[in-house]
């Protein structure tokens, strides 16, 4: 198969989806391979890194979709990548499209076939979205503390705290892969952390992750309480393919103390708190009822090595098996199978849209 690796066009995004080993894996198994040119160049790997290992250079974005059968990029398309996109396509990235209904419609009017990693399930997991939910729930409590310095809008509070100060209190939302990862960073701060969930098998997780994490199940008046003595609130609510569930209203955010930070991971499926809108790097934050928003949509972009290195782990072995002789029927692969042939055939991405 040809298997083309554009470079992402998404503002300051540096991750590439296929780092030169991983590429050089698929050549190993008979696979073309190309790549745009400098499409790995922010993750710190040169065009002779991949040509070195058999890999094709494309000189630009039209000759890399024009050879390529299977695109294979991080984030959605881009209205400026529309015109390359051919109903023979088919497209393997990252796509919300529950968030989304334009791209949905275009990909639809394309007719080509729409993969979306953060819908393949295998054996009750989601592999393809787990290592960036890893690297987005530990950002967002990174980025949180900092959002906390004065000079950026926040209230002056360093999360840790030290002897003779109060603690910072994180409330996580959701237990899953964004929510743990979140409270494991937040507790090794030495945080007050507060997580919700509603696996209790999650929930015992998270509560063992440290003495200064409480575990509690999502319950609004819980919610209410604890979100108005936040100082962080971090939301890590997922439902696969489907718009996020909101759980924190307008009015609890305006209970919230001035100068408190809001990071929703969830906000590329919508968002699970209602004042939080999509946001670039290059503008992240905004401040609503003196709360500080801060919505980007590809959080992981920002640590493109580590981040590449996570998802070429992941992604090598779906990419073979789509690949391969059982393709779109391989189950895995057909569970994230979002658009084709102009329609949207999965259903919670089709109820999300309807």
């Not at 002779?48 to 398309?77: F, I, M, N, R, W």
């Not at 919610?223 to 003595?229: I, Y």
């Not at 999509?278 to 934050?285: I, N, R, S, V, Y």
């Not at 779109?328 to 259903?347: K, L």
Request: net charge negative; aromatic share 4%.
């Amino acid at each position: 198969m040809r298997i083309g690796v554009p470079k992402e066009i998404k503002t300051l995004e540096g991750r590439v989806a296929l780092i030169p080993s991983a590429a050089g894996e698929l050549v190993r198994h008979g696979h073309e391979v190309y790549l745009e040119r400098g499409a790995g160049q922010a993750s710190g790997y040169a065009d002779e890194d991949y040509a070195s290992l058999g890999v094709h250079l494309a000189a630009d974005a039209s000759t890399l979709y024009g050879k390529a059968q299977l695109v294979v990029k991080v984030k959605e398309p881009l209205p400026p990548e529309y015109s390359y996109l051919r109903e023979d396509h088919v497209l393997f990235c990252y796509l919300h499209l529950a968030a989304l209904p334009d791209l949905a419609a275009e990909l639809c009017r394309i007719g080509l076939t729409a993969i979306a990693w953060e819908t393949v399930e295998d054996q009750g997991s989601l592999p393809l979205l787990q290592p960036m939910s890893e690297v987005a729930g530990k950002l967002a409590v990174q980025l949180a503390s900092n959002l906390l310095y004065r000079p950026n809008g926040g209230q002056g509070l360093m999360l840790g705290g030290m002897s003779t100060t109060e603690r910072g209190h994180v409330v996580v939302l959701g237990a899953g892969t964004v929510g743990t990862a979140a409270v494991s960073v937040a507790a090794a701060l030495g945080a007050q952390v507060t997580v919700f969930g509603v696996r209790r098998d999650r929930l015992d997780a998270a509560y063992r992750l440290g003495p200064n994490v409480t575990a509690l199940p999502s319950f609004t008046h819980l919610l209410e309480r604890h979100v108005a003595t936040a100082d962080v609130l971090v939301g890590g609510v997922l439902v696969p393919g489907g718009r996020t569930p909101v759980l924190v209203s307008e009015d609890m955010v305006r209970q919230m103390k001035p100068g408190s930070v809001i990071v929703d991971v969830a906000v590329d499926q919508g968002g699970c708190v209602e004042t939080i809108r999509p946001t670039l790097w290059d503008d992240p934050t905004y401040t609503l009822h003196d709360v500080v928003h801060f919505g980007v949509t590809n959080m992981p972009g920002a640590v493109p090595r580590t981040s590449a290195q996570a998802l070429s782990t992941s992604l090598v072995p779906y990419i073979l098996r789509l690949a391969g002789p059982a393709g779109m029927d391989d189950p895995a692969i057909r569970s994230g199978i979002n658009v084709r042939a102009g329609e949207i055939i999965h259903p919670a991405v089709r109820e999300a849209l309807s």
